[in-house]
Nanobody
Framework: QVQLVESGGGLVQAGGSLRLSCAASGRSFSSYATGWFRQAPGKEREFVASIRRGDAYYADSVKGRFTISRDDAQNTVYLQMNSLKPEDTAVYYC?????????????????WGQGTQVTVSS
């Protein structure tokens, strides 16, 4: 069984930075895609970024501002968020697929963390 635990959320002013962490127990991250999703109040959960081996994908809304990376030794995936905007405010979730291949669809991810709140003030 895979367990994911997010950390690093908080309150930051617009233009600031945060780094989210997703620590996993169980199998190594590297063979399976790990993604970050977010959900703002009243909105659907949306894709933010994903990584598998050396490949990373980003939503257009965060491209150039967010960077996803992983530390296989620590079995941890990170999301570095720079130049944050108020519209980035959401609960951020880490998720992992149990099948090979990449995906930007939340329904194709099998394991989820509990989420961490990110609030960006204007």
């Amino acid at each position: 069984q895979v367990q994911l635990v997010e950390s690093g959320g908080g309150l930051v002013q617009a233009g600031g930075s945060l780094r989210l962490s997703c620590a996993a127990s169980g199998r190594s991250f590297s063979s399976y895609a790990t993604g970050w999703f977010r959900q703002a109040p009243g909105k659907e959960r949306e894709f933010v970024a994903s990584i598998r081996r050396g490949d990373a994908y980003y939503a257009d809304s965060v491209k150039g501002r967010f960077t996803i990376s992983r530390d296989d030794a620590q079995n941890t995936v990170y999301l570095q968020m720079n130049s944050l905007k108020p519209e980035d405010t959401a609960v951020y979730y880490c998720a992992r697929r149990a099948q090979f291949g990449m995906s930007i669809n939340s329904y194709e991810y099998d394991y989820w963390g509990q989420g961490t709140q990110v609030t960006v003030s204007s």
